[in-house]
């Protein structure tokens, strides 16, 4: 009898010991559903993270340009009075950057008085993956400290 009460046993156990096919399709179902409604979550987060780095970018190429306007002599012909940031002019712009042929960088500078010079810089890129196009501004005072 012991023998009979071990084979029923074991065919109830094989019975309950893994999942039905509606218990797989089921779960399938849940996880494509979340799957779904995380998907657009992530494209933002990819959208976001490319603007970040085209801004990040922009910053550091007119960082680089702002200090090497800042490192000439207060009276070096450099420095003089003119240029405009929303156009292109001789002396007073870098259009195209090297190597990023959709980037430019436009400064104007004023001056304020004969010791103080306004310098407005504008990074900007013609063209961007993610939107509009996208212009960065960046300001500073030199003055002749002699």
């Known amino acids: 009898m012991s023998t009979h009460f071990s084979e029923i046993r074991a065919r109830n156990h094989s019975r309950s ?9 089921v779960a399938t179902g849940l996880v494509g559903i979340v799957a779904l409604a995380i998907a657009p979550l992530m494209l933002m987060a990819v959208q976001t993270s490319a603007v970040a780095q085209e801004a990040t970018e ?13 490192a000439l002599p207060f009276t070096d012909a450099q420095l003089a009075a003119g240029g405009s940031t929303t156009a292109s002019q001789g002396g007073y712009s870098i259009d195209p950057v090297p190597g990023e042929p959709d980037r430019y960088i436009r400064w104007e500078i004023t001056d304020e008085n004969a010791s103080r010079k306004h310098i407005e810089l504008v990074v900007g890129m ?9 212009e960065i501004t960046l300001e500073t005072y030199r003055t002749d400290l002699q």
């Open 17 to 25: 010991a893994g999942f039905t096919l509606i218990e797989v399709l």
């Open 58 to 70: 922009l910053t550091a190429n007119g960082a680089e340009q702002m200090e090497i306007l800042r």
């Open 126 to 134: 013609r063209e961007s993956i993610w939107g509009p196009p996208r």
